[in-house]
């Protein structure tokens, strides 16, 4: 199994550019999670999906910021116009729906810097 | 709500002392508990999970948890510290019943020679 799988895992883009992160799920799993990790405010989960369905957006600071989940191998995460404080790594998660039994399973992030 | 709250931001101990790490959850349904580490540069990893039975659980990399209902705690410790061991480690509990988990601020640890 090749775990979970994003890309890019860097990406610099200047201000007002859009940015796509993408992320490939364990097959199998129902669950999809993007979180942003910062140094000020740690993890923060943006948004999950179930079953390719969005359960929670809670999280997305502001509508710049979009989620899709097109089919249950793929995933995106869409910044339009990107600015300076959206500079952090971003990470995808998944998980089968008995998530205690095995936890989330995440990859190993792609890190956004937009000057 | 849950929540999780995971004391000292840094730790630092010596190699080969023992490492302690804390982390006291709320939850308003039965935890289910983790402790996920991140190496630099790298996603976070499953260390070790209570969901029932045993109280004392132990992971990998001569890891455990203990969990305590009384005092709503889940302190990680491991009997000595290894150089490999500096890392960020992330306490997480359930939130309820839609599968996602509240991660505690982390705490990073630092092991000096």
């Known amino acids: 199994d090749a775990g979970v799988i994003q890309s890019p895992r860097h990406e610099v883009t200047e201000m007002g550019q859009e940015v796509t992160l993408r992320c490939k799920p364990i097959s199998g799993h129902d669950y999809l999670f993007w979180y942003r990790q910062t140094m000020m405010r740690g993890l923060e989960l943006l948004i999950y999906?179930?079953?390719?369905?969005?359960?929670?957006d809670s999280g997305m600071p502001e509508d710049r910021f979009s989620a899709k989940m097109p089919n249950a191998s793929f995933s995106t995460l869409k910044i339009q116009p990107s600015e300076p404080r959206d500079s952090a790594v971003y990470f995808c998660a998944s998980s089968l729906r008995a998530f205690w039994a095995y936890g989330y399973t995440f990859g190993s992030g792609t890190r956004l810097t937009v000057v | 709500a849950q929540s999780v709250t995971q004391l000292g931001s840094h730790v630092s101990v010596s190699e080969g002392a023992l490492v302690l790490l804390r982390c006291n959850y709320s939850?308003?349904?039965?935890?289910?508990l983790f402790w996920y580490v991140q190496y630099p540069n790298q996603g976070l990893q499953l260390l070790l999970k209570y969901t029932t039975g045993a109280t004392l659980v132990k992971g990998i990399n001569g890891f455990e948890a203990e969990f305590k209902k009384s005092e709503t705690s889940f302190h990680l410790t491991k009997p000595s510290a290894h150089m490999s061991d500096a890392a960020e480690y992330f306490c997480a509990v359930n939130g309820g019943s839609q599968g996602n988990l509240i991660f505690g601020k982390g705490t990073k640890l630092s092991v000096k020679p």
């Open positions: 999906f179930n079953n390719n369905v969005p359960i929670d």
């Open positions: 939850s308003s349904v039965p935890p289910y």
